[in-house]
């Protein structure tokens, strides 16, 4: 089975402080996402990436960078991290191929998530 | 760009009994892919089960069924003979039709699922 690892499954920080989130996948998928999950508000798009060094804005970049210099880790930066960014962070990764008309195969899979609290 | 509303940010069902999850979704594509996941206290998010707007026979796992209905943009989850391991969260996501830029899930806000023993 495919596996998406988060590198910390709590993590307390400083308001301030430069937090790097990290993700590892070990089966070879092209994508790669960060989503923010918060109560009342679903999961929510921050970045994702469909291949070494690409990224692309979701729909809540502000506050957050990212970084994928290798195609198995996918990680996540504040740069300076604010109590708002208080959260539950999930990281996923997919793979998608096609045949025919329609694609056939699009797994998502995600990883267990870090509680991050900033303080 | 496309939304996803679960109206049901609670619910609760006898064990055994059936229980269905409402999820409506706006979008103007024609070819779309939706799912349900399932996140129980561990956290891990689960696919339950996925539909391809394209097919008119709704998709069924053991359990799980949904009904879907295009035209309405309505795409809502029934769980039969629920069990006490049905206890979680539930959302309901949509994904794209193929195309470049469109690999991502659009999730609802989700719904919890209590079961009652």
């Known amino acids: 089975d495919v596996k998406v690892t988060q590198s910390s499954r709590y993590l307390v920080k400083r308001t301030g402080e430069k937090v790097f989130l990290e993700c590892v996948q070990d089966m070879d998928h092209e994508n790669m996402f960060w989503y923010r999950q918060d109560p009342g508000l679903g999961l929510r798009l921050i970045y994702f990436?469909?291949?070494?060094?690409?990224?692309e804005k979701g729909d809540i970049p502000e506050g957050y960078s990212v970084s994928r210099e290798k195609k198995e880790r996918f990680s996540l930066i504040l740069e300076s991290a604010s109590t708002n960014q208080t959260s539950m962070y999930l990281c996923a990764s997919s793979l998608e191929f096609r045949t025919g008309p329609y694609p056939r195969g699009y797994g998502y899979t995600f990883g267990s998530g870090t509680r991050l609290t900033v303080v | 760009a496309q939304t996803v509303t679960q109206s049901q940010p609670e619910m609760s069902v006898q064990e055994a009994e059936t229980v269905t999850l409402s999820c409506t979704y706006d979008?103007?594509?024609?070819?779309?892919?939706l799912f349900w996941y399932k996140q129980p206290p561990s956290r891990q998010m689960i696919l339950v089960i996925r539909q391809e707007a394209y097919k008119q026979q709704n998709a069924t796992e053991n359990r799980f069924s949904v009904n879907f209905q295009k035209a309405a943009k309505s795409f809502s989850l029934k769980i039969s003979d629920s069990q006490l391991g049905d206890a979680a969260m539930y959302f309901c996501a949509y994904r794209s039709e193929w195309g470049f830029g469109n690999e991502k899930l659009t999730f609802g806000t989700g719904t919890r699922l209590t079961i009652i023993p």
């Open positions: 979008t103007s594509e024609s070819d779309y892919y």
């Open positions: 990436s469909y291949d070494v060094k690409m990224k």
